[in-house]
């Protein structure tokens, strides 16, 4: 079982960047695909980004298209999220997810999504 610890959050303004990490322990992240998700309170998980075990295919949410990528270290134990022209309303919490392969279902969705970091907070100020 991997467990999964963000970082890299924290305060900054419109039109700043931030990179998040995902660190992965007991295990690397070549067992599973990886997913980037956020949320506000009082609204549901969203997703922002997936990568699949592989690394050779990735996915983004609309609104973070062109402005966030989503890596992994040559290792596969380290995740990343670089996030670029930051806007006020990407202001949530962050948290990164291991999905095991074969399991049915979108990617899209927190729900087929295994294991979860404790998540960390991002806030863009106008």
């Known amino acids: 079982q991997v467990q999964l610890v963000e970082s890299g959050g924290g305060l900054v303004q419109a039109g700043d960047s931030l990179r998040l990490s995902c660190a992965a322990s007991?295990?690397?992240?070549?067992?599973?695909?990886m997913g980037w998700f956020r949320q506000v309170p009082g609204k549901e998980r969203e997703f922002v980004s997936f990568?699949?075990?592989?690394?050779?295919?990735?996915d983004y949410a609309d609104a973070v298209k062109g402005r966030f990528t989503i890596v992994t270290d040559n290792a596969k134990t380290t995740l990343y999220l670089q996030m670029n022209s930051l806007k006020p309303e990407d202001t949530a919490v962050y948290y990164c997810?291991?999905?095991?392969?074969?399991?049915?279902?979108?990617?899209?969705?927190?729900?087929?999504?295994?294991?979860w970091g404790q998540g960390t907070q991002v806030t863009v100020s106008s």
């Open positions: 007991g295990g690397t992240f070549s067992s599973y695909h």
């Open positions: 997810a291991a999905r095991r392969p074969g399991y049915s279902g979108t990617y899209y969705s927190p729900a087929t999504y295994h294991y």
């Open positions: 990568i699949n075990r592989g690394g050779d295919s990735t």
